[in-house]
């Protein structure tokens, strides 16, 4: 699906900056409230060819902190996974309006994969605080393992059943079709420079074209301190994947293992190893690992050599009778965090609306602020807009150069620290 770039002067009722999963479920959630709406969508790529698109699909139900030891969260755990599951149903749902492939939305639950004895004592340890939450979870064995992801690595695995396997990509051009077919208008190559204040209304600007709204509803994660909010507030992080190419009978028959699988690792600065099949990209394994804070939202060639030399080093170490594979694909994906876990979904300014910031959590959070920025949007309250409007600010971050130099010190001891898994 290829969409036009904005040209010209024009109007609408709601303007959505950002076609991500949040802009795209902002603009699902206004089509329901407002039938009959003027929305229009402004992407600075095309869809899915940045971030989105290039995630490891993980739409995790339980809770899933990516600053803590072992994703166990601070006392809000029940209403978080309420909150995800609202948002993994609202995906269900759109992916059957829509007609989106259900290879690109599978339910087969994920596993936390531990390759030493302290990352099992992680993965025990998450097995007893769900346990507490009454969610189910399973312990899988070495052997267990090995039948699942055709590899010795791991010593143990954690298997919960809630999260659902996208293939990001094809759910969100899915998502972005249907939404066309519902009237909603998408620009894709359209960057936004800004937005001003003109006769009442915002006019929002970009390079070959302009909206005037009265409300705007901002879903560029990090970069809405591209827009004068929440500066020196937000760390923007990069992480980094291969894509090994397409896996023939040969290798296949080597690999063993099932044909689709998602291990995130026990320690969250650990390898998510993801294996995918026909249906959902080609016989292909994903492998995503490294971590680095670069404040003006570019990695660099550098930082990219380097995650692939330390990405293929993982590969090696898992798949040994596949090692020194060439990978056809490297790239980095950027993240935004705070430092106090927060996410920044509330009215920002008269008329504007955010949707941002979704701590490492993009598939699940992305969604749910997309929807609670819609309905403040359109003044209407729920259990998202309830939950992400109690939150704090974000805590302010320490001045440069100490937060950039002192972030990625810290990143690197502890991927150090978690070398193995």
């Given at each position: 699906?290829?969409?036009?770039?904005?040209?010209?002067?024009?109007t609408?009722?709601?303007?959505?900056?950002?076609?991500?999963?949040?802009?795209?479920?902002?603009?699902?959630?206004?089509?329901?409230?407002?039938?009959?709406?003027?929305?229009?969508?402004?992407?600075?790529?095309?869809?899915?060819?940045?971030?989105?698109?290039?995630?490891?699909?993980?739409?995790?139900?339980?809770?899933?902190?990516?600053?803590?030891?072992?994703?166990?969260?601070?006392?809000?755990?029940?209403?978080?996974?309420?909150?995800?599951?609202?948002?993994?149903?609202?995906?269900?749902?759109?992916?059957?309006?829509?007609?989106?492939?259900?290879?690109?939305?599978?339910?087969?639950?994920?596993?936390?994969?531990?390759?030493?004895?302290?990352?099992?004592?992680?993965?025990r340890?998450?097995?007893?605080?769900?346990?507490?939450?009454?969610?189910?979870?399973?312990?899988?064995?070495?052997?267990?393992?090995?039948?699942?992801?055709?590899?010795?690595?791991?010593?143990?695995?954690?298997?919960?059943?809630?999260?659902?396997?996208?293939?990001?990509?094809?759910?969100?051009?899915?998502?972005?079709?249907?939404?066309?077919?519902?009237?909603?208008?998408?620009f894709?190559?359209?960057?936004?420079?800004?937005?001003?204040?003109?006769?009442?209304?915002?006019?929002?600007?970009?390079?070959?074209?302009?909206?005037?709204?009265?409300?705007?509803?901002?879903?560029?994660?990090?970069?809405?301190?591209?827009?004068?909010?929440?500066?020196?507030?937000?760390?923007?992080?990069?992480?980094?994947?291969?894509?090994?190419?397409?896996?023939?009978?040969?290798?296949?028959?080597?690999?063993?293992?099932?044909?689709?699988?998602?291990?995130?690792?026990?320690?969250?600065?650990?390898?998510?190893?993801?294996?995918?099949?026909?249906?959902?990209g080609?016989?292909?394994?994903?492998?995503?690992?490294?971590?680095?804070?670069?404040?003006?939202?570019?990695?660099?060639?550098?930082?990219?050599?380097?995650?692939?030399?330390?990405?293929?080093?993982?590969?090696?170490?898992r798949?040994?009778?596949?090692?020194g594979?060439?990978?056809?694909?490297?790239?980095?994906?950027?993240?935004?965090?705070?430092?106090?876990?927060?996410?920044?979904?509330?009215?920002?300014?008269?008329?504007?609306?955010?949707?941002?910031?979704?701590?490492?959590?993009?598939?699940?959070?992305?969604?749910?602020?997309?929807?609670?920025?819609?309905e403040?949007?359109?003044?209407?309250?729920?259990i998202?807009?309830?939950?992400?409007?109690?939150?704090?600010?974000?805590?302010?971050?320490?001045?440069?150069?100490?937060?950039?130099?002192?972030?990625?010190?810290?990143?690197?001891?502890?991927?150090?620290?978690?070398?193995?898994?």
């Amino acid at each position: 699906m290829s969409l036009p770039r904005i040209e010209g002067d024009s109007t609408a009722d709601f303007v959505i900056i950002g076609g991500g999963f949040a802009g795209l479920s902002a603009a699902r959630r206004l089509t329901e409230l407002q039938p009959g709406a003027r929305i229009t969508v402004l992407d600075a790529g095309r869809l899915a060819e940045g971030g989105t698109g290039r995630n490891s699909g993980f739409m995790i139900d339980l809770p899933h902190e990516v600053q803590s030891d072992n994703y166990s969260g601070d006392g809000d755990d029940r209403a978080m996974i309420g909150l995800n599951r609202h948002a993994i149903a609202y995906a269900r749902d759109a992916v059957d309006e829509y007609g989106i492939d259900r290879n690109f939305f599978d339910p087969a639950g994920k596993i936390n994969g531990a390759a030493s004895a302290a990352a099992d004592e992680h993965n025990r340890s998450y097995a007893s605080h769900l346990t507490k939450l009454g969610e189910p979870s399973e312990l899988l064995g070495e052997r267990a393992m090995r039948e699942v992801t055709g590899s010795s690595h791991y010593v143990s695995g954690l298997y919960t059943p809630g999260t659902v396997m996208l293939q990001p990509a094809g759910y969100v051009r899915g998502l972005g079709a249907g939404l066309v077919s519902k009237g909603v208008t998408i620009f894709e190559n359209s960057p936004v420079t800004g937005f001003v204040r003109e006769s009442g209304c915002w006019r929002v600007i970009a390079p070959t074209g302009s909206v005037s709204t009265p409300r705007v509803i901002l879903t560029v994660n990090g970069h809405l301190e591209s827009f004068g909010f929440e500066q020196d507030r937000l760390m923007q992080i990069f992480l980094f994947a291969v894509m090994t190419p397409e896996l023939d009978a040969e290798a296949l028959k080597s690999l063993g293992g099932q044909p689709r699988w998602g291990v995130t690792p026990s320690d969250p600065m650990g390898t998510t190893v993801r294996r995918i099949d026909l249906g959902q990209g080609g016989n292909r394994v994903v492998t995503r690992t490294c971590a680095v804070l670069r404040p003006n939202c570019e990695a660099t060639q550098a930082d990219l050599q380097r995650a692939a030399r330390v990405m293929q080093r993982k590969f090696d170490q898992r798949f040994p009778s596949l090692a020194g594979m060439t990978m056809e694909y490297a790239w980095s994906g950027h993240l935004c965090l705070t430092l106090n876990g927060v996410a920044v979904m509330r009215q920002v300014d008269d008329g504007v609306y955010s949707g941002c910031v979704q701590n490492g959590l993009g598939t699940t959070r992305g969604t749910l602020t997309g929807i609670g920025a819609a309905e403040l949007a359109c003044g209407q309250t729920s259990i998202v807009t309830d939950y992400f409007t109690a939150q704090a600010r974000p805590k302010k971050l320490p001045p440069q150069p100490f937060r950039q130099i002192g972030a990625n010190f810290l990143l690197r001891w502890k991927e150090w620290k978690a070398r193995d898994e």
